[in-house]
T-cell receptor
Framework: GDSVTQMEGPVTLSEEAFLTINCTYTATGYPSLFWYVQYPGEGLQLLLKATKADDKGSNKGFEATYRKETTSFHLEKGSVQVSDSAVYFC???????????FGQGTELSVKP | NAGVTQTPKFQVLKTGQSMTLQCAQDMNHEYMSWYRQDPGMGLRLIHY???????DQGEVPNGYNVSRSTTEDFPLRLLSAAPSQTSVYFCASRTSVGTDTQYFGPGTRLTVL
């Protein structure tokens, strides 16, 4: 079945370091791909999305490119801040059926 | 707009007790869903609804019931709580099954003793 796999956490970085969180997916069609972020004690918020191959989603300095050839949607940020500390979830969605499928989440901790 | 609201924020139950987790949205969204979040397992879909009067099972429906009598409300019922249902529960909504941006509530942390 369809699934999303993320790199294991927790990831600990120093402020201003480069961030990559890997995400790969298994799907039979052409899903939309998402990154959601969950700050401590809160619900999930949409961070960015891409709806077709080679699309790049971006928001708040984060970027991810939909790579159909490698079935990947890795999250990157050039310079992380302490305020980026959160859990990040990769997810996929087929419009037909409408079920959002999540990866297991990757906890990011940024130290000053 | 309040968005998606959930009550209560925290709840402790004893095994065998029943309760209802409330979820409401004021965005006139057709599609609503319930997830549970467990460490290392991401979010798993419990039940969902594509409109008032229509519900269906997700990935982990056992032990949970839902109904959708209005567009705004989508309560989740635990008929006989078990320790395996200790989790954080999130309600979410989006405009329709065909749209992609989903909005999440703040969550309910449930502990079953």
């Amino acid at each position: 079945g369809d699934s999303v796999t993320q790199m294991e956490g927790p990831v600990t970085l120093s402020e201003e370091a480069f961030l990559t969180i890997n995400c790969t997916y298994t799907a039979t069609g052409y899903p939309s791909l998402f990154w959601y972020v969950q700050y401590p004690g809160e619900g999930l918020q949409l961070l960015l999305k891409a709806t077709k191959a080679d699309d790049k989603g971006s928001n708040k300095g984060f970027e991810a490119t939909y790579r159909k050839e490698t079935t990947s949607f890795h999250l990157e940020k050039g310079s992380v801040q302490v305020s980026d500390s959160a859990v990040y979830f990769c997810a996929l969605l087929y419009n037909q059926g409408g079920k959002l499928i999540f990866g297991q989440g990757t906890e990011l901790s940024v130290k000053p | 707009n309040a968005g998606v609201t959930q009550t209560p924020k925290f709840q402790v139950l004893k095994t065998g007790q029943s309760m209802t987790l409330q979820c409401a949205q004021d965005m006139n969204h057709e599609y609503m869903s319930w997830y549970r979040q467990d460490p290392g397992m991401g979010l798993r879909l419990i039940h969902y609804s594509v409109g008032a009067g229509i519900t269906d099972q997700g990935e982990v429906p056992n032990g949970y019931n839902v109904s959708r009598s209005t567009t705004e409300d989508f309560p989740l019922r635990l008929l006989s709580a078990a320790p395996s249902q200790t989790s954080v529960y999130f309600c979410a909504s989006r405009t329709s099954v065909g749209t992609d941006t989903q909005y999440f509530g703040p969550g309910t942390r449930l502990t079953v003793l």
